[in-house]
């Protein structure tokens, strides 16, 4: 029972890995259909709009299909090794109810698809959703931004690699070097103690939102230093 239920689980995982790279597909492509992007000069504007739209659904679709999955793992996790299981039991009757259970957990903490952190962001790459709208803009970019830097070289992330194991994101080149020292996670207050290369994969929504946080980093700059021109500009008239 225990190879089943291991089996299912792998299987499972496959799917789940497969949502999660169409999800950051989606948005990489969405920067490309927001106005001004690569293909505006290809493509009318009404074939643009239809893509967009189309690409949204997808992405609520994902969030959809995603929780559905999770629930399903969760409930085959919830069998244990499936020593409490006989073969009098009605296993499909058994399976449905706990997927059933699971996914109402799942409905009750996790937000509307439209909040899920991936749909935003595809809607911030189609140009729909301007992040500064919101009155806690400051308080929340303070928080992006930082969840955006590297624990250890405390610069932006560079090909950001996300621990499976404990969910924490770092530069590839930082973490590589300080595997070469320590098997602990170098975020501060973190349990995982036995980092390993295995534990590493790509992180390409963190790389998205780099990007997205650089260019926005640049702009303000320029408005900055704009300003300060403008303000000499003010102060030379009035000689
Ligand atoms: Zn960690």
Do not use: W
């Amino acid at each position: 029972m225990e190879n089943v239920i291991n089996g299912l689980l792998r299987r499972e995982k496959e799917h789940q890995d497969g949502i999660e790279a169409c999800k950051t597909q989606s948005v990489a492509l969405a920067s490309r259909l927001a106005p001004g992007g690569q293909f505006e000069t290809l493509l009318d504007p009404m074939t643009m709009q239809q893509f967009r739209e189309s690409l949204k659904e997808i992405a609520r679709d994902n969030v959809e299909k995603e929780r559905q999955l999770q629930a399903y793992m969760d409930a085959v996790k919830s069998f244990g090794d499936g020593s409490n299981i006989s073969e009098k039991d009605d296993i499909p009757a058994m399976l449905h109810k706990a997927v059933r259970n699971e996914r109402a957990k799942i409905d009750k903490k996790a937000a509307l698809p439209e909040e899920e952190e991936t749909y935003k962001e595809l809607c911030i790459q189609l140009g729909e959703k301007q992040t500064d709208e919101d009155d806690d803009f400051e308080m929340v970019n303070v928080d992006e931004i930082s969840s955006l830097k590297c624990p250890i070289t405390r610069t932006f992330m560079e090909d950001p690699v996300r621990n499976k194991k404990c969910g924490h994101v770092y530069s590839e080149a930082a973490i590589m070097i300080n595997l070469r020292h320590t098997k602990e996670c170098p975020v501060a207050g973190c349990s995982n103690r036995s980092v390993s290369v295995s534990q590493l994969e790509h992180d390409e929504l963190t790389a998205i939102k780099v990007r997205r946080a650089k260019k926005r980093e640049k702009l303000e700059q320029q408005t900055q230093s704009q300003n300060a021109v403008d303000l000499e500009d003010d102060d030379e008239d009035e000689l």
